[in-house]
């Protein structure tokens, strides 16, 4: 199994909007790093619901990952943020999973907790000039992070 950290703004989308609505499609990622992290997630795999923008940022909840290779249907909406107009859908260019509600936290990881236990080294988001909306989270890290944020830590 894989871990991932997945940012979204609370105002956006947040680990409460998740709860709601069950499943969603990862959409809105236009980097190509993030969307080749996406692309090499696993059904099964489980993601960290970053809140990015909020105050504090932090963790806030889990996800699982539960389709892949799913086509981002927001490139081709003209009206959308995310449109591409070079994406067509014989040649789709953004590709996303979708994901599962797991859990709400009963511990918010907040942005300095994260940087007091951790090392950019091992998550990724606490590496200066770092602003992947997606990333990889290594076992022993991700192992860390649910021992906090469930209180068995």
């Known amino acids: 199994?894989?871990?991932w950290l997945l940012k979204?703004?609370?105002g956006s989308f947040s680990i409460d909007d998740l709860r709601k609505a069950k499943t969603t499609i990862w959409d809105g990622v236009r980097n190509y790093q993030a969307r080749n992290y996406l692309l090499s997630a696993d059904v099964g795999d489980l993601a960290f619901f970053y809140h990015s923008n909020a105050k504090p940022p932090g963790i806030a909840g889990l996800g699982r990952i539960v389709a892949?290779?799913?086509v981002d249907p927001t490139q081709f909406d003209e009206t959308s943020h995310y449109y591409d107009p070079k994406g067509t859908k014989a040649k789709p260019r953004w590709h996303?999973?979708?994901?599962?509600?797991v859990e709400k936290f009963p511990n918010y990881l907040s942005l300095d907790e994260l940087r007091d236990t951790f090392t950019g080294d091992a998550l990724i988001i606490l590496r200066k000039g770092t602003r992947l909306s997606v990333t990889p989270v290594e076992g022993r890290t991700a192992s860390q992070l649910l021992d906090l944020a469930r209180g068995t830590g």
């Open 68 to 70: 892949t290779n799913v």
């Open 8 to 10: 979204s703004e609370p």
């Open 1 to 3: 199994m894989n871990y």
């Open 96 to 101: 996303t999973v979708k994901v599962q509600f």
